[in-house]
């Protein structure tokens, strides 16, 4: 080979290097973006066991998830609000009493269990949750989110969040495990899955190793709720 011709040679392959490079760069750089995001969030807690072997469960996995947790629960219980907030969940209010009657019956009410619940949790570790969870949802058939409600949490800095996948849990959580592991199983790029860690959730336990599997297997990332996740809810058409 002439020293032209070898020239030649090098730049060709320095050209192919610069290109297969780019390529290689820009498709990390597109799966960076793209990677898909579930939120666990558990309900209801604290409470005893069930909440004691759902800690055990994302510890072993090593996954992080959010906690709506239930105030007048909290008493007898603080080893488990320690626990959770040692471990690297996120807290967050779910109301004092959990009673429609009570907690709906006026903004205020309202308002003033999930600060009496942020206080709770506050005496134990220290820290004032601005995260919240409606019972039962913020639209269900005793109440309807409105303008003056958001305005008013707003106002004491509390961000709201309800779910887009519901694990079925809640309305039936003595069902079957492997309803509850269909029913999690979603595509969505930002998965909100709701569950529950109540007394009663003995077959939430049972379901969510593999709900945990499903969501590592097909590539998400598991994100507990801050303050910069964006809100989740939506006002009902009149
Ligand atoms: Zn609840």
Known sequence: ???KLFKKYISFIL???TITNYHLFNTITVHANEKKIIYL?????????????ILDILKKDSVPATFFLIGEQIKGQENLIKRMYDEGHALGLHSMSHKKNCLYSSNESFLKEMLDT??????IVGIKPTILRF????????????QSMVDLLHQNNLKIYDWNTDSGDGANPNANPSLFIKNSR??????LLLMHCAYMSKN?????PDIIKYYKDNGY??????????????FMKK
Do not use: W
């Open 41 to 53: 969030t558990f309900d209801d807690g604290p409470a005893g066991k069930v909440t004691k072997n």
């Open 1 to 3: 080979m002439n020293l």
């Open 221 to 234: 990332e598991f994100k507990v709720i801050d303050e910069n996740t964006p809100e989740e809810f939506h």
């Open 204 to 208: 939430s336990v049972k379901a969510l």
């Open 15 to 17: 050209i192919i290097m």
């Open 135 to 146: 019972p039962f949802g913020c639209n269900n058939n005793y109440y309807k989110i409105s």
């Open 186 to 191: 979603s595509d969505k790029d930002y998965v």
């Open 118 to 123: 942020q206080e709770a949790i506050n005496s």
